[in-house]
Structure formats: structure tokens, C-alpha cells
């Protein structure tokens, strides 16, 4: 028998109720904040992520789902790579797209799959669900907050930003960054034994991710190592605290955090993610930064951006531990249950037109019995059942019964369709026009 690959899982029916939930918060959100929505592609040039992400990242050197492609007319094979997050592709549509052109700045945000051939564990995939924002074309530490702002607004609509607490840090400037970097080298020449494999190749590559190990060995002699801060900037330090101002005029609480440096190299001055109160960055539901410099790596003029990704299966994590129940319209509203082939053609017509009124409808659905009909309207959990037998059709008549008050009535076939609309509510009915979901999938 054949099962989901490791890392994956399939998103059923139930789960979907949350899916659509958390985009419809997303969509409202971003809307009134003037975001657009994108999509680039699942793949990208394995170049795109290995420019943008760093080379010497977990997510390039383990992480990449690569892809070859056909070989091009010099007999090289291209290579691909599924998309490990939305950043890189975004600003790399922005640079191919002319999108500095536009009013500054850009606000973009998506909602889609990513891949990462990562070890699976609770809330962890290799086939994995992000939202993400993206602001780019304009550095001030007024836009990290509003972007921040709207995250806070979504978490809330969904309930868990009680469950979160907002981490942050300054990293500074790519300058200040690589002075410390030659610093942290220098403390750990003569303790390289000390640290585990991993943080003794970060070490040599990343040496900045020492400072989020979970190795208890690297975090005590971490403890004693210079801090990242001393090498900062005095703008970089003012641009924190005026953000930290415009977070606290918002009614925005957050913790500073020294170790916190995100994973990819990209990041510059703000990085932040939200973590669960109880459990820490075991249960983040994401995080972002700035990443001033990223538009000129991939080829690019210099544009600042800043930008923040969500993990969707942690936020459903979240709400299901929360008790959160996402609003569900998959119900059932009612069953027509017939017999005999006349009384299925009459049957059709009423499920079609009960459908188009904004009824949850189903019937004509094979030869069983009334009874078997009418355990499998049970089944379905219908509100009402509408039953439609030879006789019925004879006398152009049909029974409505009340599945939970297990009453019935017989009346006119032509006065069901208006006693159903009755009996649920107009203001129940599952109705819309097109113009209300432009934009919308």
C-alpha cells in the first residue's frame, strides 16, 4: 500500500477548514494594508536561493530539493530548486519585473507550499505552507513596525497571539557583522575541540549561527564570547530604538533577544520571530527581518526590504491547542432521499435548484432503499431530509422531516423549495456574487 513520502502529509477536509480561515485573516489583513498578492514559481534557478540565502546556510547546503532540468544547447544541465521559503523569488520578480518603477514601496504578500529537505518532527514538513510579507523600496524603521503591526493583527484574528511572544534583536549592518565575525574567530581559536561537529563547521562557514545553537556545550562558551552588540553602529543602534518607540506607540510588547540571528544570510539590522510563551523557539510560527542588501546580490540596484514568513501547520498547531475551532460553512444543510425513476427526475431539478438558492444540498445518489437513504442522511449529518417516493411524485407531494427533531410533514412539491429557505434562514443561505471573491483562491 502506498503512503504520503517521508516529510509530507496530505491536507484533508478538516485541516482545509483552517487553511482557508488562516488565508481569508491573511487576505483581509493585507488588503488594508495595501499588499498585492504574488506568486512566483516553485521552482527557481538553484542560483536565485544560493546568492540570496548564502551559500554556508543549512537551507542551501542541506535543505534544497534540487531539480536538473534538460541539458541546454552547450550540453550543460540547468539546475532548479524548489522553493525553500518566498523572499528570494519575490525579489528576484521585483528586480525582472521593473517593479522599482512603481510608487516605493512595494508591498507584496503570498501564501502558497515550500520544500525543505529538512529532518520532519512536530510541526516541521518537507512540504510545508507559508505565508509571507514582503516590503520593499523603502528603508525606515516605521515600516518594520507596520509590518510587524499587521502580523500581530493576524495572530490575533486567529486567536494565538496570546500564545506568542515577539523576540528581536539588531544585527546591524553587513560592516558591523563582519567585525564581529573576525572577533567571535578569534575567541574560539584553541576552543574549536570544544564545540560539536556541526558548530565546528558553522564555525569556519556561518559563525554568527553559533550564537542560536542548541549545542549546551557551544552555549556556555558562548556566554563569555563578545556580543554581537558592541560592534554595532551608532545608526543601526538608533534605528532600533525608534522602531522599538513606534512598537511601543502600537501597543506592541516584545523581548530582546542577543542570540537571535535567523538562519539565512540575507538579514541585516531588525530580526524577529514569534515564539510560544511556554515552549520558546520550539514552537515559533515564524519570523522575519530586513534585508537591505539582498535586491543588489541577485543583480539588482541597492533597495532595502524587509519582510516576514509564517509557518501555516504551526499556526493550526496553535489554534487546535488553543481550542480554536475555524469556522466551518462544509455542513450539510439538506438530504433529498428518492425512489423510482421518475422521482429522481424530479429530484434533480430540486437539488439544483436548492443549490443555487445558497442551500448545502445533496440527493439522487443511487437506487437504496428510502431507509438506506435515510440512514445515510444521518450519516451526513443533514439538518432535513426531503423524501420523494412514487407516490409522492403521483400526487405532487413531498415529505419534509426534521433529522434532529425526527418530526416529518407532507405538503405541496411546489412548497418545499420556499419551506426549506424558511426553515434554515435566509441569512444562512450559502450566497455570494463574484465581484465579493475577485482575488480570492
Known amino acids: 500500500m502506498f503512503r504520503t513520502p517521508k516529510g509530507t ?62 541539458r541546454d544547447g552547450e550540453g550543460e544541465a540547468r539546475e532548479f530548486a524548489l522553493r525553500p521559503e518566498f523572499t528570494a523569488g519575490i525579489c528576484r520578480s521585483y528586480i525582472e519585473h521593473g517593479m522599482q518603477q512603481l510608487a516605493q514601496p512595494v508591498e507584496l504578500y503570498s501564501i502558497g507550499q515550500c520544500f525543505r529537505y529538512d529532518r520532519p518532527q512536530k510541526g516541521r514538513y518537507r512540504q510545508f505552507h507559508q505565508i509571507d510579507l514582503e516590503v520593499i523600496g523603502l528603508r525606515d524603521p516605521s515600516i518594520d513596525a507596520q509590518l510587524i503591526h499587521v502580523i500581530t493583527k493576524i495572530l490575533s484574528d486567529l486567536r494565538i497571539l496570546d500564545r506568542m511572544t515577539l523576540q528581536m534583536n539588531n544585527i546591524g549592518t553587513a560592516e558591523n557583522r563582519k567585525a564581529y565575525v573576525e572577533a567571535l574567530k578569534d575567541f574560539f581559536i584553541g576552543k574549536e575541540r570544544q564545540l560539536p561537529e556541526d558548530d565546528q563547521r558553522r564555525l569556519k562557514t556561518n559563525p554568527l549561527r553559533l550564537l542560536d545553537s542548541k ?60 515564539w510560544d510563551s511556554s515552549t520558546g523557539a520550539q514552537n515559533a510560527v515564524g519570523g522575519g527581518g530586513r534585508y537591505d542588501g539582498l535586491i543588489e546580490i541577485l543583480g539588482g540596484k541597492p533597495t532595502p526590504g524587509v519582510g516576514y514568513a509564517g509557518g501555516v501547520e504551526r499556526m493550526i498547531w496553535h489554534m487546535k491547542e488553543a481550542g480554536v475551532q475555524a469556522p466551518n460553512k462544509d455542513q450539510v444543510d439538506v438530504f433529498v432521499a428518492q425512489l423510482g425513476p421518475e422521482a429522481k427526475k424530479k429530484c434533480l431539478t430540486l437539488v439544483s435548484e436548492l443549490r443555487d438558492l445558497g442551500v448545502h444540498t445533496l440527493g439522487a445518489l443511487g437506487e437504496a432503499s428510502l431507509k438506506s437513504q435515510m440512514r445515510l442522511a444521518d450519516k451526513f449529518e443533514a439538518r432535513y431530509t426531503l423524501m420523494l417516493g412514487k407516490l409522492e411524485v403521483k400526487e405532487g407531494t413531498i415529505i419534509v422531516r426534521d433529522m434532529k427533531a425526527g418530526k416529518q410533514k407532507q405538503m405541496a412539491l411546489k412548497d418545499a423549495v420556499p419551506e426549506i429557505i424558511k426553515l434554515l434562514g435566509k441569512e444562512n443561505l450559502d450566497t455570494y456574487v463574484m465581484r465579493d471573491h475577485v482575488g480570492e483562491d
Not at 483552517?18 to 527557481?44: L, N, S, W
Not at 557551544?218 to 563578545?226: D, E, F, S, V, Y
Open 215 to 274: 549545542e549546551e556545550d557551544t552555549r556556555i562558551l558562548i556566554k563569555n564570547a563578545p556580543k554581537l552588540e558592541q560592534f554595532l553602529d551608532d545608526e543601526s543602534k538608533k534605528y532600533h530604538e525608534t522602531l522599538l518607540e513606534y512598537l511601543d506607540e502600537l501597543g506592541i510588547t516584545s523581548v530582546p533577544n542577543p542570540g537571535l540571528v535567523r538562519g539565512l544570510d540575507y538579514y541585516c539590522q531588525t530580526v524577529f520571530e514569534f
Open 9 to 70: 502529509h496530505d491536507v484533508l477536509p478538516e485541516d482545509h477548514q483552517y487553511h482557508t480561515y488562516i488565508k481569508k485573516v491573511v487576505r483581509h489583513r493585507c488588503r488594508q494594508a495595501g499588499y498585492k498578492r504574488i506568486d512566483p514559481p516553485m521552482f527557481e534557478h538553484k542560483g536565485v536561493f544560493q546568492r540570496a540565502i548564502g551559500e554556508h546556510t543549512d537551507v542551501v547546503e542541506k535543505e534544497l530539493f534540487t531539480v536538473t532540468g534538460k
